[in-house]
């Protein structure tokens, strides 16, 4: 069974910066396939926060765009959200997953951004 694996929130200020890491078990799992993170905020729907194709297409949210940023190493089969100047609204559960094939939701990883 294919599990995603959601790393790199915590708890930072607003205006700060992380970057997220998603990996995949089996490891080579993302390899060919285009990747996503979403977040869901507290009593909110889960939403697309930004999307990245094998040969790196992107498309961002409108909400987090000039602030946001995905990226992928395809030799490390890892897809990454760095996320900058960070607002208390962008506090949620950030999860990754393959939007063409997806898979069980993992455990996600959590970003607070406090005021």
């Known amino acids: 069974q294919v599990q995603l694996v959601e790393s790199g929130g915590g708890l930072v200020q607003a205006g700060g910066s992380l970057r997220l890491s998603c990996t995949s078990s089996?490891?080579?799992?993302?390899?060919?396939?285009?990747g996503a993170w979403y977040r869901q905020a507290p009593g909110k729907e889960r939403e697309l926060v930004a999307r990245?194709?094998?040969?790196?297409?992107?498309d961002i949210s409108d909400s987090v765009k000039g602030r946001f940023t995905i990226s992928r190493d395809n030799a490390k089969n890892t897809v990454y959200l760095e996320m900058n100047s960070l607002k208390p609204e962008d506090t949620a559960v950030y999860y990754c997953?393959?939007?063409?094939?997806?898979?069980?939701w993992g455990q996600g990883t959590q970003v607070t951004v406090s005021s």
């Open positions: 997953n393959t939007p063409n094939v997806p898979q069980p």
């Open positions: 089996p490891r080579t799992f993302l390899s060919g396939k285009a």
């Open positions: 990245i194709s094998y040969t790196r297409n992107i």
